[in-house]
Structures are given as C-alpha cells and as structure tokens.
C-alpha cells in the first residue's frame, strides 16, 4: 500500500485536493490534512514559526508515507525535513528549493504583494487565486472549480496567510533538499505562471496542458502522475520526463 499525505499551499485548504478522490488507483491511501490556521484548525501562535509547525503536524507527517506538497505546501514540507523523521520521499508540486525567481515570481513582485494584502487581505487572496490558474487550459473553469470547493467553508486565518506570504519570501531550500534523507522528486505543470520556465524545465515530471494548479485542470493525471512516481521513488527519472498530451 502506498500511502500519500496531500499538503496544500498558500490560501487553500485540503480541499483543493477533492478533485483527485475519484482517480486514486487501487493500492493507494491518501490523507490530506490541514496546516495550522486552514480549515478551521487553530492557527499556530506565532503563526511564523518553523519548529511549532512541526511540532503541530508530527503526527500527521508518518515517515513511512510519500509527502507531497504544492506550492507554499512544498516548501513548508521541505522545511520540515530538518525538523521531523525523514518520509520514504517529498515529492514537490509546482515549487523548487525556493519561491521567488527573478524569470517566475520576483521577491520585488512578492514584496508589492505583501504590502497589498497588509491592505486588503480577502481582496489580495481572490486575485491571487485568479493569478495563479492563468496557466491552465480554462482558467474561468477552473477559478469556477475553486470557488465551488472553497466557498462555504472556515476562512483562512489572516495571521497565517500573513506568515505563509513571508515564508514564500524568505525560505531557501537548497542545502535541506541537497541533504535531505530521502529521495526529492519535482512535478510541474508545463504551463505554470508562478515559476520559472528553466524550473519547469528541471522538473522530473511534467504535466503537459497544467499550470499551477492541476488538481483543477488535469486531475486525473495528476492523480496518475502522483501514484506512480510515489510507489517506486527510488526509480524517479534522473532526466526529466513529459507526459504525452492527451
């Protein structure tokens, strides 16, 4: 039995991942907790501290599961690998070791985004969730998607969106996943607009027709593409390989 834990990103709860329920493959277990703050849980206080978040998500991080983290998710996941047992693999959907880059999402671009949701966070969150569909086939059908899984549920905390933002600064994962006692492997969308095309580029696995958010636009292969590179992830392609269009 595989067994996968879903960690979401920035401004999005586990529900983000109800789309691949129905696509899991025999033989595989999924959990997808929430983060401090997300999903009715309580936030953490500070909101912005590395070793209490992991303190928090401990139990719910097995070592003998596969980690996959998207986005803010990913590199929270990273993080925690300095501060938890080792998983039997990360797998990171649509980040790097870092977030900003200056050819993707620049940390000036960031900088004007903080600033904007000290301003106005529920306005700056809904046009962040626009921003980052503009890669997939249908971005309407897909932000329509979003609103549907999203709406009615418990607002993010604003002290942890906050935080989330300045992780997404300031956290640089390159020597953790250098050193990380198991096995990164990177899944991008194709078309994704927050990263860099050289990133998708050295992306192990990507996801033809996708962009940020494939859980959204492609679920079924993303599905496909998680339980596959999470079964065997010592066999992950050391080239990067694409999947055939549809």
């Keep these: 039995m595989t067994q996968l834990v879903l960690l979401s990103g ?8 109800q789309p691949l329920a129905e696509h899991w493959p025999d033989g595989v277990s999924v959990s997808a907790p929430d983060w401090p703050g997300y999903g009715g849980r309580a936030p ?10 992991a303190e ?7 070592t003998d599961a596969v980690w996959v983290g998207w986005s803010l998710g990913g590199l929270l996941a990273g993080a925690l690998l300095a501060r938890l047992p080792a998983p039997r693999a990360l797998i990171l959907l649509g980040m790097g070791a870092r ?8 940390r000036a671009e960031l900088t004007a985004f903080r600033r904007a949701f000290a301003r106005d966070p529920e306005a700056t969150l809904a046009h962040f969730q626009r921003w980052q569909l503009g890669g997939e086939p249908s971005p309407r059908d897909a932000h329509r998607r979003l609103r549907t899984l999203l709406n009615g549920g418990p607002p993010a905390d604003p002290a ?14 390159a020597s953790a996943l250098a050193g990380a006692g198991c096995p990164v492997i990177r899944i991008s969308g194709a078309n994704d607009p927050l990263q860099a095309p050289a990133a998708i580029a050295r992306a192990d696995h990507r996801l033809e027709q996708a962009g940020h958010c494939p859980m ?23 080239a990067p390989t694409a999947e055939a269009c549809p």
């Design 44 to 53: 953490l206080a500070p909101p912005d501290c590395l070793d209490a978040l």
């Design 99 to 106: 977030f900003c880059d200056p050819e993707g999402v620049s």
């Design 56 to 62: 928090a998500m401990a139990r719910e991080l097995p």
């Design 160 to 173: 942890t969106l906050a935080a989330g933002l300045e992780w997404l600064e300031t956290l640089d994962l």
């Design 216 to 238: 959204l636009s492609r679920p079924a292969a993303l599905a496909e593409a998680l339980a596959t590179l999470a079964a065997a992830p010592h066999r992950a392609p050391a």
């Design 10 to 17: 920035w401004g999005c709860d586990a529900r983000i991942w």
